[in-house]
């Protein structure tokens, strides 16, 4: 069943991306919120060192009334202590300095770092919170006992780190909902497409399936209507014409068989076979529908002796499929070209099948991608016969290609396709007689044995 991408839900490859989108999205702003943080208590952690030494300086005048000024600069109330911690001056208000006191009495706040490093802590002061830092002052001043270090208590709002950090991160988490929006739009649009090139292809494939199919089943038909005549005449039946009927719903078989090996692994099913038998069956198959197309073939199968352990009916969909390509490449006649080749090497035996068109040829932007699936330079053509036949090739040990042509070749134009398959010099004996088929009037031009 084909989908309607309008209607689709859920696509696949939106739901990737969005997923996707979204890990990062929150990756991106939990690491915005550490390092924001982390900014934020750096900055914090050097205010309150300055200010620990602008106190401490000489010459400071360390007064409740100058504390307040200080407040007003960094936004946080200060307080002075001195090495015993009592407080000296600060810039809390009565009551709040009262309950300073008591909590430092208390041990309720933290004590100033021996090595000088400043300590950020939250810390609640009677009925308020709190983010208190503590440093040491330095040593000398004339507002402390001479010699001793006091410490220097600046009482920020509660919330600081995590107000800071939250407007620091905001922005970036606005721009992850918005990169997250606009993933999800594009994945639907990509899945959008996907589904109509998908869609197409097989709209495509249905067509040409159809196209495919309505040929042989209308000379079948025919044939069939002409027997059954002459019989209810009881005219002789030719015997040709029911072989014909055979060789054709044969070559739907094969169509078919092809079809269904477009998106499965392939298997395969392996019994020593002649080579050149299963080439001289499948051109049997469709020497009567060459003809018609005004084909000539030119058949020179050198390998009788090549015996491989092969699925016969898989290579001869390779074969199918590489004449048939070769046929529609003359639309208006010409000469396909067969020829076979044993080989021994070091390497092992190999069997050669070379077929050859007269007609255009492939254009050298597009062999590339003659292998693809659903790919074509025919308007109507499947475009799966060569990646099903390559695909074969491979499960069996061989390969297909594109082959330049050879030098001193008398085919000066259009495309030589070379298939490319182990034999065993030892099967030898153990192939069946090829099935050959009676062959349709025609011209058909062979030489070598088959």
Same mark, same amino acid.
């Given at each position: ?39 934020? #208590? ?51 208000? #009565? ?41 040491? @002052? ?73 196209? +495919? ?29 029911? +072989? ?95 020829? @076979?080749?044993?080989?021994?090497? *070091? ?8 077929? +050859?068109? +007269? ?44 082959? *330049?042509?050879?030098?001193?070749? @008398? ?40």
């Amino acid at each position: 069943m084909l989908d309607d991408p309008s209607t689709a839900r859920s696509p696949r490859i939106a739901r990737l991306l969005l997923a996707s989108t979204i890990v990062v999205a929150l990756g991106t702003a939990a690491l915005s919120v550490h390092l924001v943080s982390g900014a934020v #208590e750096e900055r914090v952690q050097t205010e309150i060192a300055q200010t620990a030494n602008l106190l401490g300086g000489s010459g400071f005048p360390l007064a409740d009334a100058s504390l307040q000024r200080v407040a007003g600069f960094v936004g946080a109330e200060v307080v002075a202590t001195d090495a015993d911690r009592r407080v000296v001056a600060a810039s809390l208000r #009565e009551d709040a300095r009262a309950d300073f006191e008591a909590a430092l009495r208390l041990e309720a706040l933290p004590a100033p770092s021996p090595d000088g490093k400043v300590k950020v802590v939250p810390v609640t002061i009677g009925p308020f919170r709190y983010t208190v830092g503590v440093a040491t @002052t330095p040593a000398g001043r004339r507002a402390l006992r001479p010699g001793q270090a006091g410490a220097v208590y600046v009482l920020y709002d509660a919330n600081l780190l995590a107000g800071a950090s939250r407007r620091a991160w905001l922005p970036v988490s606005v721009m992850a909902a918005l990169a997250t929006v606009l993933a999800a739009l594009l994945g639907i649009a990509g899945e959008r497409r996907v589904l109509n090139a998908r869609n197409g292809a097989l709209l495509r494939l249905l067509a040409a399936v159809a196209h +495919e199919v309505r040929n042989p089943l209308g000379a079948i038909r025919a044939i069939a209507r002409t027997q059954a005549r002459a019989a209810a005449r009881r005219d002789a039946v030719d015997p040709s014409k029911l +072989e014909l009927i055979a060789a054709e719903t044969e070559r739907l078989a094969l169509l078919v068989d092809g079809l269904k090996n477009v998106g499965r692994p392939v298997q395969t099913v392996r019994a020593p076979i002649s080579l050149d038998g299963a080439v001289r069956a499948t051109l049997d198959l469709v020497g009567h529908l060459l003809s018609h197309r005004r084909v000539v073939l030119d058949v020179d199968l050198g390998a009788a002796a090549a015996v491989g352990l092969a699925d016969a009916t898989q290579v001869r969909q390779v074969v199918l499929n590489l004449v048939t390509n070769a046929a529609d490449a003359q639309p208006r006649g010409g000469t396909i070209h067969v020829t @076979t080749r044993a080989l021994q090497t *070091a390497q092992g035996a190999t069997w050669h099948l070379v077929v +050859e068109d +007269e007609g255009p040829g492939v254009a050298a932007p597009l062999q590339g991608r003659l292998f693809e699936p659903f790919f074509s330079t025919k308007a109507k053509g499947l475009g799966v016969g060569l990646y099903l036949s390559r695909r074969l090739a491979h499960a069996h040990g061989g390969d297909l290609a594109l082959a *330049a042509p050879p030098q001193g070749s @008398t085919v000066s134009r259009g495309a030589r396709f070379e298939l490319t398959l182990p034999w065993s010099p030892e099967l030898a004996d153990s192939a069946p007689a090829p099935v050959t088929l009676p062959r349709p009037s025609g011209r058909l031009s062979v030489t070598g044995d088959a």
